[in-house]
């Protein structure tokens, strides 16, 4: 234990103006620490550094992407708010979804330390995301996430798959959670920097919506859950120097160390808190620890708060002080109590066996005060930490090197031209590294746990029940084409949205709101920038032009290790978009595959020759050219037509075509329930003329592969020429057990499912 006499107080930095600092070892630049020093009047004392430092990182501060990403409140008109009763700002977003009843969602990232440690860094990410939609006062329900791994055949890939798939399913599974969507995709740009992106979706009645904030003078200051530890310190900017003395932390492990039983008997023991009515607030202990939930939750109140070190439950009493503000052990809440009910609040805490202490009080004095060996050592105006710090307006600027892959088209791609070509494009495209059957990594998770998911993968969207008396839910899918978004950063964002809108109207939901999880380069690159800035205008515009408002989300940046200003510098900029839409009965969602023979199939929307930044290109080995243009104002009526069909019954299935064209989403369909399907061309290539392959693997958006019931075709067409819908009738489904595009190619199902599930058990099993 540090003796208190050689504690760095705030009396003896006033005194020692000119001692050094390891300000830069903490990630923080030379105008960053002269302005906390300003805004001090005097240096910082040393835990005032490592709470400035974290605070003030990228990924807490957001001090780059501030700027841009106001867009999304000046975009979101009043129209689009209709359903929204907590925006952007807070632990995460809530939508009102009828009956009384509320949705919280929202996407975090935790892609470094998955890099380092993949199992805990893929299992705190979970838990992590858990804890925000625990901490609105919601019971979380389900999870999803979004992977980005390297090459498939790279030595290194098995080991980082093979920790995040366990830790995003091991923690999941041990909180009984299911797991039900998202995606996962290998590219050579995520090598070093694997992407891990978790979503969580909570509920809760209306009444039940909790913000977190200190107010109240006399009101105590409770920690309670795990005990704090050295993991995870500087996880939220940079390793610790170990050249510090004491008050600021010596170098320890950066990835945190995740224990979901201990979670799930914290989330249990928050409702039941909530329940009582025995806190004013909770925050969860994330990145940067009691650093963030302290300054955080002061900021957010109308007074100040005061916190002593002392009484904060250790499990390695050697801590010193900076290390206990930095470290980002898990399980670990945050709540304010008024001082009559604090006894109730400990015996609920002490029902469940989780430990608690008092560690600070709601006073009046806009401060933030910290006391460690009854010295002080923390005495700091907290918006100045958790709201006022730096904004950076970087320099950004189209990248020299945009010219050049644009003018790459997928022109100079030989298509197949024969019967057999066909065939073996359509089987090489399904056992490619993006297109395969993901079953291997699903069937780790628990995709049913509790008895509500209404669909899970390998349907295009996740479908939750979240009132079993009226069967009103819930659809959310995600996306992100990454390789669209390289191409054209603006486009490339504005088709994620409109994919994962569609994909949620596939099912019959109503699309309604958005959530993003923002992953890019360095910002300090000006070409990186130029991607992130392009993005966020391309977000804001299609949400804005869909109507959906953005709720919250995530942005981890430094996402890449090459040198700035080349073409490979970062990963793909990938912009992961998860958006929500509500059912009035889940019993009524729409599968994305068909079940039986002799439904009418037809493809609805346009196709063109768009092969640029496709899978086939991919195939090729690949990427140049324009992506394809996105028509949102189609894709709105395209989401109502489904929407509607699904209500009045007219359509048994329905899938979106898009990563792999029309040759995916037929083969996706037959394979999901074993039910082949004959398929002629004729139409749809006189109409676009086009050829076969083109046809076949464009990647065109705002298109839907739909069966519709023989006694329903009537009405069905009836209302796609009432609303002016193109549409081709392909075909129809039958039990022959093949993919039939007749005069073009004959696929077996027992043939075409071996090579779609053969990829990731060979390579990682």
């Known amino acids: ?92 977003g809530v939508v009102d979804i009828g009956d009384g009843w509320a949705v919280t969602f929202k996407v975090e990232s935790h892609n470094h330390p998955s890099y380092v440690e993949p199992y805990q860094g893929a299992a705190t990410g979970v838990g992590g995301i858990v804890r925000d939609i625990l901490a609105m006062g919601a019971r979380p329900v389900a999870v999803m996430d979004e992977l980005r791994f390297g090459e498939i055949d790279h030595p290194d890939t098995g080991r980082v798959v093979h920790g995040v798939v366990s830790g995003v399913g091991g923690y999941g599974n041990s909180l009984g959670l299911p797991n039900i969507g998202g995606h996962a995709r290998f590219d050579s740009c995520y090598q070093g920097n694997p992407l891990v992106n978790a979503l969580c979706v909570g509920v809760m009645k209306h009444e039940d919506i909790h913000l977190a904030s200190a107010e109240g003078v006399g009101n105590k200051v ?141 006073n ?42 644009q003018a790459d088209t997928s022109a100079t791609l030989s298509l197949p031209r024969t019967g057999d070509e066909v065939k073996r494009t359509v089987l090489d495209l399904m056992a490619s590294p993006n297109l395969s059957s993901r079953q291997w990594i699903t069937r780790q998770y628990d995709r049913y746990v509790q008895g509500n998911t209404a669909a ?34 603006y486009e490339g964002a504005r088709q994620s949205v409109a994919a994962a809108f569609r994909g949620v109207a596939m099912t019959g939901a109503v699309p309604t709101a958005v959530t993003d999880g923002l992953n890019f380069g360095s910002p300090e690159d000006p070409d990186s920038m130029w991607q992130f800035a392009e993005a966020i205008r391309g977000l804001a515009d299609a949400c804005q032009e869909l109507g959906v408002p953005v709720t919250g989300g995530n942005v981890s940046l430094y996402n890449g290790t090459g040198e700035p200003g080349r073409i490979d510098s970062s990963i793909n900029p990938t912009a992961i978009v998860g958006v929500l839409g509500i059912l009035d009965d889940v019993a009524g969602a729409v599968p994305s595959g068909w079940r039986e023979e002799g439904l009418s199939l037809y493809l609805l929307g346009t196709t063109r020759a768009e092969l640029d930044g496709s899978e086939f290109a991919a195939l090729h080995g690949h ?69 076969a392959s083109e046809a076949l693997f464009s990647e065109s958006q705002g298109r839907a592969l739909v069966a519709v019931p023989r006694t329903e075709e009537p009405r069905f067409a009836a209302m796609l ?10 075909g129809i489904t039958d039990d022959e057990g093949e993919l039939d595009v007749q005069g073009h190619f004959t696929l077996a199902l027992d043939e075409l499912g071996r090579a779609w599930e053969a990829p990731l058990p060979q390579r990682f099993a």
């Open 222 to 362: 409770v920690l309670f859950g795990a005990r704090t530890g050295g993991d995870g310190i500087g996880g939220a900017s940079i390793l610790a120097s170990e050249t510090f003395e004491d008050g600021v932390p010596a170098k320890r492990p950066s990835v945190q160390v995740g224990d979901p039983f201990m979670e799930k008997v914290l989330i249990e023991c928050c409702l039941e808190l909530f329940a009582a009515d025995v806190v004013q607030g909770i925050q969860d202990l994330g990145a940067a620890g009691i650093s963030c939930a302290t300054s955080e939750l002061a900021s957010n109140g109308s007074g100040g708060m005061h916190v002593w070190l002392d009484d904060v439950l250790l499990r390695d009493p050697s801590l010193n002080a900076g290390e206990i503000l930095m470290s980002e052990s898990q399980e670990r809440m945050m709540a304010v109590v008024t001082p009559d009910k604090l006894d109730q609040f400990l015996a609920i805490t002490g029902k469940w066996d989780i430990e608690s202490s008092v560690v600070g009080e709601v």
């Open 721 to 730: 020429e009432a609303r002016g819908v193109p549409a081709v009738r392909l």
């Open 1 to 92: 234990m540090t003796d208190a006499s050689h504690l760095d107080t705030v009396e003896h930095a006033a005194a020692t103006p000119d001692q050094e600092q390891p300000w830069g070892d903490l990630g923080l630049k030379a105008d960053e620490y002269a302005r906390i020093r300003d805004i001090l009047g005097r240096r910082p004392t040393n835990a005032e550094l490592a709470m400035y430092s974290v605070m003030w990182s990228e990924h807490c501060s957001y001090k780059s992407s501030k700027v841009h990403l106001r867009q999304f409140g000046e975009k979101t008109t009043e129209e689009m708010k209709a359903r929204l009763m907590v925006g952007i700002g807070e632990n995460a």
């Open 364 to 405: 009046d004095s806009g401060r933030l005060t910290i006391d460690h060996h009854g010295e002080r050592i923390v005495d700091v105006d907290p918006r100045t930490v958790a709201h006022d710090g730096p904004v950076y307006e970087r320099p950004f600027h189209r990248p020299a090197w945009m010219d050049t892959l």
């Open 623 to 691: 990427l140049g050219g324009l992506p394809p243009q996105a028509d949102l104002a189609w894709e709105r009526t395209l989401a109502d037509v489904l929407v509607q069909s699904a209500r009045d019954g007219l359509i048994a299935s329905a899938r979106d075509v898009s990563e792999g064209g029309l040759a995916a989403a037929l083969a996706f369909a037959v394979l999901r329930y074993g039910v082949g399907a004959r398929v002629v061309l004729d139409e749809l290539l006189e109409r676009s003329g086009l050829s």
């Open 456 to 489: 899970a993968r390998p349907d295009a969207a996740g479908v939750i029940r979240v009132d079993e008396a009226t069967g009103r839910g819930v659809a959310v899918a995600t996306r992100a084409n990454d390789r669209f978004t390289k191409l054209d950063p």
